[in-house]
């Protein structure tokens, strides 16, 4: 099956921890996203990543850190969390730059 | 910088109506523009996209929409719509060339029986 692929799909922590979010894809693209998404659907780039290369990088506070070991994996880890950052986190790929997105399902974080 | 702007935060129209969900954009180029899809718990799907040629351009499920470059739009539209169309429609636009592409806040669509 060719996909994208998040894990978890939600998470519950402390204010104060640190999290580490999976995603990958398997269809062969070289162009890899994270979204946050807020409770009223807003959708926000976070990061992009062009063949394990960061491309775009948003104003996000320094405790959201992507890492990307291959093309096909992009995973989001944020130190120290706050309860602003409850939320869904939606990893997406695409073949080329602006072409078409593939999203994964999402990982949903509440922060207590 | 891009942007977009969906002015309808929620549409309901009943089943077999037809539908427009509008969408205007912004952008000083040429826009590459899209249309994805959300159901609830999943990711966003695309429903159709825009990058040249025929300013009408059709879709999965039926929807069209037409990019009118005078008034900055990309209207999407159904003749008929099915209970299962609810969910959230999101509009999208990006530039030539680069790795951003900037999402509307969405229009929450309620098909009514």
């Known amino acids: 099956e060719t996909a994208v692929f998040q894990t978890p799909n939600y998470h519950v922590t402390q204010v104060g921890n640190e999290v580490s979010f999976n995603c990958k894809q398997t269809?062969?693209?070289?162009?890899m996203y994270w979204y946050k998404q807020d409770s009223k659907k807003l959708l926000k780039i976070m990061f992009s990543?062009?063949?394990?290369?960061?491309?775009v990088n948003e104003t996000v506070p320094r405790r959201f850190s992507p890492q990307s070991s291959d093309k096909a994996h992009l995973n989001l880890r944020i130190k120290s969390v706050e309860p602003e950052d409850s939320a869904v986190y939606l990893c997406?790929?695409?073949?080329?730059?602006?072409?078409?997105?593939?999203f994964g399902p999402g990982t949903r974080l509440l922060v207590l | 910088a891009q942007s977009v702007t969906q002015p309808d935060a929620r549409v309901t129209v009943s089943e077999g109506a037809s539908l427009q969900l509008r969408c205007k954009y912004s952008?000083?180029?040429?826009?590459?523009l899209f249309w994805y899809v959300q159901y609830p718990r999943q990711g966003l799907q695309l429903l159709l996209k825009?990058?040249?040629?025929?300013?009408v351009v059709q879709g999965v499920n039926g929807f069209e929409a037409e990019f009118i470059k005078s008034n900055s739009s990309f209207h999407l539209r159904k003749a008929s719509v099915h209970w299962s169309d609810s969910a959230v429609y999101f509009c999208?636009?990006?530039?030539?060339?680069?790795?951003?592409?900037?999402f509307g806040s969405g229009t929450r669509l309620l098909v009514s029986p």
């Open positions: 997406a790929s695409s073949s080329w730059g602006v072409d078409t997105q593939y």
């Open positions: 269809l062969g693209h070289d162009t």
């Open positions: 990543y062009n063949n394990k290369q960061l491309i």
């Open positions: 952008y000083s180029g040429t826009p590459y």
């Open positions: 825009y990058y040249s040629g025929d300013p």
């Open positions: 999208a636009v990006s530039g030539t060339g680069g790795y951003k592409v900037v």
